[in-house]
């Protein structure tokens, strides 16, 4: 039997007659990367502050690590968390802020080196926090999120200020957490990092779950595409018709032909277009990206 980090079930809020979250059901298994996703407003940071104990929920149940979210307290000192971008203290080094929540936390202030070393700042911990980045105060706020050792890490847009590197290097931090046992529960509107490092997906749209599963089960359930170039870009619409003719759909964007069938209907694409007298210089099979899937499931293109 799987063990879950999270399983929540009809969970609803609401805030006088807006809906926030609507009957909410998904489950995280434990040691995994699960990442929530949804357009701005559609409920995911007003879910986890309700995972978290810090909201309570209108109706519907939810467990973490085993304990109801009725009771935080009951699970709380084995959850690392990281909610609308962290708050420091300005005029304390980085060092500093981790030592004194360590403090207040009852957790050790011998792991703050480690912690800084392990969310790149190993050799900024001595700077004030008011000098940093936003990216470093991101990276402060993770490694704060670490400082009780959780089996469970929620993460609030992590990457948000952060350059490709350290986009990459959060990513690696993030995968190596999941490897080692920690359940990362992740929010971001970078959708390409949540494919590359999520094994499941919560998707919301409007406060309502659309999908909680595999990552890669919803691409799959997507329908695939073959992008086709043709030698003469003036075939491409000739190209679309003959598609059209057989029962897939298609269009034409920036001289490369998007049509809609499986990686099968390849070769007989490839055949209708040389007896068409139309040589491809290009065919290939390819499945939606989960930015593509995103937009076509939540309608949203921000």
Avoid at 268 to 293: D, R
């Amino acid at each position: 039997m799987i063990e879950l980090a999270i399983s929540v079930s009809d969970l609803s809020k609401k805030y006088g007659d807006r809906v926030a979250v609507s009957h909410a059901t998904f489950n995280v298994p434990q040691g995994t990367v699960c990442g929530f996703v949804g357009p701005n407003g559609s409920g995911k940071t007003t879910t986890m502050r309700m995972l978290l104990g810090l909201i309570s929920p209108t109706g519907g149940t939810g467990k973490i690590l085993g304990e109801p979210i009725s009771h935080p307290e009951r699970y709380l000192h084995r959850v690392g968390a990281m909610i609308e971008g962290p708050a420091f203290y300005p005029a304390l080094s980085g060092a500093e802020n981790l030592r004194l929540l360590a403090t207040l936390g009852g957790y050790s202030t011998d792991q703050v080196q480690g912690l800084l070393d392990r969310v790149g700042l190993g050799d900024r911990g001595g700077s004030k926090y008011k000098t940093y980045s936003l990216g470093m105060k991101q990276r402060l706020g993770i490694a704060a999120a670490l400082l009780p050792s959780p089996q469970l890490l929620v993460l609030d847009e992590p990457t948000n200020g952060l350059d490709p590197a350290g986009i990459q290097e959060i990513r690696e931090l993030i995968r190596s957490l999941a490897d080692e046992g920690t359940t990362v529960f992740i929010s971001s509107h970078l959708l390409s990092e949540i494919e590359m490092i999520s094994d499941s997906l919560v998707m919301l749209r409007k406060g309502e779950v659309i999908f909680a599963g595999m990552t890669q089960d919803l691409l799959l359930q997507q329908q695939p595409i073959l992008l086709a170039k043709s030698e003469n870009p003036l075939d491409l619409p000739k190209l679309i018709e003959i598609a059209a003719a057989a029962g897939h759909a298609g269009s034409i964007i920036d001289e490369t032909a998007h049509i809609l069938g499986p990686r099968e209907w390849a070769p007989v694409l490839n055949k209708l277009a040389f007896e068409a007298g139309i040589v491809l210089a290009q065919l290939a099979p390819v499945l939606p990206s989960l930015e593509e899937t995103f937009f076509e499931m939540t309608g949203d293109q921000e």
